[in-house]
């Protein structure tokens, strides 16, 4: 746990030290999501018959962001926060430091296209309830990932966002029967694919 921790900080030391390259003012977002969950469960004991990959899909969630970028829009590193829930019997909080690149089009500099890579820590807990009888513990877990998407500038601080993040976050829980510890449920959230829309202002 330790030691996934100190390799997020590591890689969010390594952006922050790229965005101070640009002239940089303070990022702050906030984003409306939902997102896609790839995600397999495995059975023993009374569920075993259970053995399936699957797509789980989120409610929609907020996600949070505050970080530097330049102001005009060549590119920002932003620490994020993205609390997603899935009818009350799934939560993951995902936190992500990631380096995004913009792409201004010359035709139409209000309109930017951007890129970046991602990676940070990733939690996930379940609810008691999921299977009657089943206890977990939570599971913190390094992610890492892509993005890419459109900014349109509403003015020179504001800015209206469109993204796309695929993330690699591998985490898993191990559900244990309260009376018959053989009896178990592994669950894993093996990648996430998001969509969020929101505004971004520029301080």
């Known amino acids: 746990m330790i030691t996934k921790i100190v390799r997020a900080l590591s890689v969010a030391g390594v952006l922050v030290s ?14 409306a ?38 102001l005009d829009g060549r590119s920002r590193f932003l620490i994020e926060f993205n609390g997603l829930e899935v009818e009350d019997s799934l939560s993951m909080g995902i936190y992500v430091a990631g380096w995004e690149k913009f792409f201004p089009l010359s035709s139409a500099p209000a309109v930017r296209p ?13 609810d008691a309830g999921y299977l009657t009888g089943l206890k977990a513990d939570d599971d913190a877990r390094f992610v890492y990932g892509v993005s890419a998407g459109m900014q349109f500038e509403l003015n020179r601080e504001m800015a209206l966002e469109l993204r796309a993040r695929y993330l690699q976050t591998d985490l898993s829980v191990h559900l244990e029967n309260a009376l018959s510890p053989a009896s178990a449920v592994d669950f894993d959230v093996d990648s996430s694919l998001s969509l969020s829309g929101g505004v971004s202002w520029h301080f």
Do not use: H, N, P
Not at 18 to 31: I, K, Q
Not at 43 to 57: F, H, K, P, R
Not at 114 to 126: E, V
């Open 18 to 31: 790229a965005s101070v390259w640009a002239d940089s003012g303070l990022v702050f977002s906030v984003m």
């Open 33 to 70: 999501q939902k997102q896609s969950l790839s995600i397999s469960q495995k059975g023993s004991g009374i569920y075993s018959a259970l053995d399936e990959d699957d797509t789980l899909e989120t409610d929609v969630g907020l996600g949070l962001g505050f970080g530097v970028g330049s």
């Open 114 to 126: 951007f890129a970046g890579i991602s990676a940070g820590l990733g939690t996930l807990d379940m």
